[in-house]
């Protein structure tokens, strides 16, 4: 039976968190479920919405304030949905506050993204255990900092981001370097915002004297920190190491372009979205066992993976790939085939539903 759900986002910015949101709703209005996404007029999430065909609704989330709070309040009343899905702390918040002020609120799911123990106080054992009726976390390890908590373990589950493998196809390392003019260059990138925590610095340091002008680092996607990156690249003498390919709606033909994916990340990650098309698209992997990354990059069997922060460790693991071309060919086809059994779209977006049926009644029709 059709039920109502809105999506709430309080994050004024873009990366997988956001990505999935609209994916999942997409793939829940496909289903004909009534989907909606509530989230700052600013926001990224709500500029990119129409992309993916999800309806929209602007509101003032970004602060907790009373302004934000009488808005959202406002918009939930109107919509009237069966459940709300929150997905960041600001939000999740006004939301519990506002399910607090009405007679019959909506049922309530927190899904929890990145990979960071929350605060044990009593006021977030409450948001988690009272104030969301089930708690959603994209790995088992981000699970795991939530039952630290002293949340019931049948009160969070686990469900990693899907995609879908048809949007991830292997494809011509040759013709994408060919169109791209990267045509003699071995290309060693990172598909992510660039943040402090994605590690971006410390591939940097890894690899600024590898003795060979015919490599390249690929930045592919854009964040807060990217103009002070470049400036030091400049400042170093460094600024034809990298090439910043900026915030590209389609990711794969830089993939393809790529020799090796890297993901340098040193904190917070849950299982990135760009880990898991890097290996759909069948490019082998070096990353790091920060967050929930482990559950995907299993080491010498699907990626070659390091510790956080360790520069020599970096450079030893993509050396190793470049070096071996046997072996990167190894991993990355048994990556490929971990992915299609285990983080497609279709396996995210049924344990979703589940989760949602277990919260009756939803009749769609509040």
């Not at 598909?191 to 680092?217: C, F, Q």
């Not at 090439?243 to 590209?248: P, V």
Request: proline share 6%.
């Amino acid at each position: 039976m059709p039920y109502s759900i809105v999506h709430t986002e309080s994050s004024v910015g873009w990366g997988g968190q956001e990505i999935r949101v609209l994916r999942e709703s997409k793939a829940f209005l496909d289903r004909g479920h009534q989907v909606t996404v509530l989230a700052p007029a600013e926001a990224e999430i709500a500029k990119r919405a129409s992309d993916f065909g999800v309806p929209i609704c602007r509101v003032p989330i970004f602060h907790r304030n009373f302004h934000a709070f009488w808005s959202l309040r406002k918009a939930l009343k109107r919509l009237k949905p069966d459940l709300v899905n929150t997905h960041s702390s600001t939000d999740s918040w006004l939301v519990a506050a506002v399910c607090f002020s009405i007679r019959h609120p909506p049922k309530v799911v927190r899904t929890r993204h990145i990979c960071s123990q929350p605060s044990r106080s009593i006021t977030t054992r409450w948001l988690y255990n009272k104030a969301a009726q089930k708690v959603v976390t994209t790995g088992e390890a981000i699970r795991a900092q939530i039952l630290k908590l002293g949340i019931p373990a049948d009160h969070v589950v686990s469900i990693p981001t899907g995609i879908n493998p048809d949007s991830y196809p292997p494809g011509s390392k040759n013709e994408a370097k060919l169109c791209l003019e990267l045509s003699g260059l071995t290309v060693i990138g990172v598909v992510a915002t660039i943040r402090s925590w994605k590690g971006h610095r410390v591939l940097i340091e890894a690899l600024k004297d590898l003795p060979s002008s015919d490599y390249r680092l690929l930045f592919v996607g854009d964040g807060p920190i990217r103009r002070a990156l470049q400036e030091e690249l400049h400042a170093a003498g460094l600024a034809d190491l990298v090439l910043f390919a900026g915030h590209q709606n389609d990711v794969l033909p830089w993939l393809h372009a790529m020799d090796i994916f890297v993901l340098p990340s040193y904190a917070n990650e849950g299982i990135s979205q760009a880990l898991v098309q890097a290996m759909m698209a069948g490019i082998p992997v070096v990353t790091t066992t920060a967050g929930a990354i482990t559950e995907v990059a299993k080491h010498g069997e699907t990626a070659l993976v390091v510790e956080p922060n360790d520069c020599q460790a970096l450079r030893k693991a993509i050396t190793t790939l470049l070096d071996d071309p046997q072996l990167a060919r190894k991993l990355a086809t048994s990556a490929r085939q971990f992915v299609l059994e285990h983080h497609s779209e279709a396996v995210m977006v049924e344990r979703m539903d589940a989760v949602f049926q277990q919260l009756q009644p939803l009749s769609g029709k509040r």
